[in-house]
């Protein structure tokens, strides 16, 4: 495994890192979605990262991506838009490209490329969070088609997304569940109002309910009764590229952190020189360091066409828990500060605090990497 970056990748770091500042940085849009940013994100090309170039993509492998969505993090300051391009990325195109007919692919993935369509991934309910396969959507065959009836909660770009890849049970006993997917333009279709959050708020989120939606059988990602497999091969994408911007934030807020400490006196000295303060900054670089090293691994692992599943729940973990714990010593560094709006530093804390949760809460991260290592060494 080579840890070193080939000049292409160094091009491309410094290409996303340039784009990100100059367009995705825009202070009246920090906490609000812009359409405006998206189609100059499409335009920039980021969208076809990993896609064939017989879909108009560049072709590029995974640890490429890994590393320029992490340079993203670093330069992007709004946690909340990479969070919709990652939720049409990695759990709507991306699965739709692997996994996905000819027929499917030739249908949705240049214009996702594109950016003309805009993805999300339904498996969330109101009752079924954690325990995702206890969900109540059904989906009952009737000719060619598959209606559709229910509801999703919290589905992360519901207001603006097109495309939908909702996951519904086809037999009840024992329980089958088939991924669908699904056009917002399909009768029966409606999407909720805006969910108001604590953080991530250039994130749209909603409710999304199906009522007696026809979908056509080629709509099916995957196979009939399938969908289960799908489910964790989606969320193995999600937790290892949902969190790679995270590692490039900590980056960041690491770096405001030390030039604060080293201009910042108290006593008579900067405040850096006080190990209460030198000790929280060495914990975050040996956060990102750590990250990084999980991060590239889970990505050769994909290059190398093998599964990531225990590996990205132990990055997902690991990296949720040092995220919020940077910016918690981030404030606490900045001290007054860092309580403030003008700091953004709170703004930071806020779209954090959710990655413990989102991709299955890190209580559920660990009792899979439980019984991951119960089944190697039991």
């Given at each position: ?11 491309y ?77 990695w ?13 499917l ?14 993805g999300a ?11 995702a ?43 089958k ?54 489910l ?18 900590m ?13 910042r ?82 703004r930071?804390?806020?779209?954090a ?17 439980y ?8």
């Amino acid at each position: 495994m080579d840890f070193s970056y080939s000049q292409e990748q160094k091009e491309y770091r410094k290409e996303i890192i340039n784009f990100a500042k100059e367009h995705l940085n825009d202070e009246n849009y920090l906490e609000q979605y812009d359409p405006k940013m998206w189609k100059e994100t499409a335009d920039f090309g980021l969208f076809g990262l990993t896609i064939g170039e017989e879909y108009k993509g560049l072709g590029e492998n995974y640890q490429t991506a890994a590393y320029v969505y992490e340079s993203l993090g670093y330069a992007c300051k709004n946690n909340g838009f990479i969070f919709v391009i990652n939720n049409h990325v990695w759990v709507s195109q991306n699965m739709i490209y692997l996994y996905g007919s000819k027929e499917l692919k030739d249908k949705y993935i240049y214009n996702m490329v594109e950016g003309k369509k805009i993805g999300a991934i339904a498996i969330t309910e109101a009752n079924a969070g954690s325990d995702a396969l206890s969900m109540t959507t059904m989906a009952r065959k009737e000719g060619d088609n598959y209606i559709l009836n229910g509801s999703k909660m919290f589905i992360s770009n519901g207001p603006i997304a097109d495309i939908f890849l909702v996951f519904a049970i086809t037999k009840e006993s024992p329980k089958k569940i088939t991924a669908f997917v699904v056009e917002k333009t399909f009768e029966g279709v409606k999407t909720g109002p805006n969910i108001e959050k604590m953080g991530l708020h250039a994130c749209p989120t909603s409710e999304l309910i199906l009522h007696n939606v026809h979908v056509p059988k080629e709509n099916i990602l995957g196979k009939v009764d399938g969908g289960s497999t799908i489910l964790m091969q989606a969320l193995e994408w999600e937790r290892c590229y949902e969190f790679a911007p995270h590692v490039g934030v900590m980056q960041r807020i690491m770096e405001g952190c030390i030039k604060h400490v080293k201009t910042r006196q108290q006593f008579g000295k900067p405040i850096g020189d006080y190990q209460a303060i030198s000790h929280k900054i060495a914990d975050m670089k040996i956060a990102i360091e750590m990250s990084k090293i999980m991060l590239y691994k889970i990505a050769w692992l994909k290059d190398m066409n093998k599964t990531a599943y225990t590996e990205a729940s132990i990055f997902k973990t690991y990296v949720s828990e040092k995220y919020i714990k940077t910016c918690q010593d981030a404030v606490q560094i900045f001290g007054a500060y860092g309580y403030t709006k003008e700091y953004e530093l709170e703004r930071e804390l806020r779209d954090a605090l959710a990655c413990s949760i989102y991709s299955g809460t890190n209580e559920m991260q660990k009792n899979t990497i439980y019984e991951m290592v119960k089944m190697m060494f039991g």
